[in-house]
C-alpha cells in the first residue's frame, strides 16, 4: 500500500530553521509531482511549495519565498522542505502531498493531490 511519511516538525524561535521530510513508501513517486501544504487551525490548507516529477522546476507560495526550499532525492523517494527564517505565522500542520498523474505539471490547488501524508506540526515562537 502506497503512503507519505512526513517528519522533522517541532517547536523552534523566530528566525530559526527546520527541515522536514516526507518519505514515500509502497511504489515509487519518481515520476510524480510532489508539494507541501499547511494549514493553521480554523484555516483552509494552503499550498506552500512544489516540485515537479524531474526536480528541476519549483514553486513556493509568496509568503515563504526567499526562506523555504524544496527538494527531491528520488533515489531515496523521499522530498524535503527546508524552511528558514522562520515567523510565528509559519506555525501550521504541514502535509506532503503526491500527483499520481505521470509527469503532470505541478499544481497549487489541494483537489489534484490524491496521496497524503499524515502531517507534521511546526510551531514557531516569537
Known amino acids: 500500500q502506497a503512503q507519505l511519511v512526513d517528519a522533522g516538525g517541532g517547536l523552534v524561535q523566530a528566525g530559526g530553521s527546520l527541515r522536514l521530510s516526507c518519505a514515500a513508501s509502497g511504489r515509487t513517486f519518481s515520476s510524480y509531482a510532489m508539494a507541501w501544504f499547511r494549514q493553521a487551525p480554523g484555516k483552509e490548507r494552503e499550498f506552500v511549495a512544489g516540485i515537479t516529477w524531474s526536480g528541476t522546476s519549483t514553486r513556493y507560495a509568496d509568503s515563504v519565498k526567499g526562506r523555504f526550499t524544496i527538494s527531491r532525492d528520488s533515489a531515496k523517494n523521499t522530498v524535503y522542505l527546508q524552511m528558514d527564517s522562520m515567523k510565528p505565522e509559519d506555525t501550521a500542520g504541514y502535509y506532503c502531498?503526491?500527483?499520481?498523474?505521470?509527469?503532470?505539471?505541478?499544481?497549487?490547488?489541494?483537489?489534484?493531490?490524491?496521496?497524503w501524508g499524515q502531517g507534521t506540526q511546526v510551531t514557531v515562537s516569537s
Open positions: 502531498a503526491a500527483d499520481s498523474r505521470p509527469f503532470a505539471s505541478m499544481a497549487v490547488v489541494t483537489t489534484v493531490y490524491n496521496y
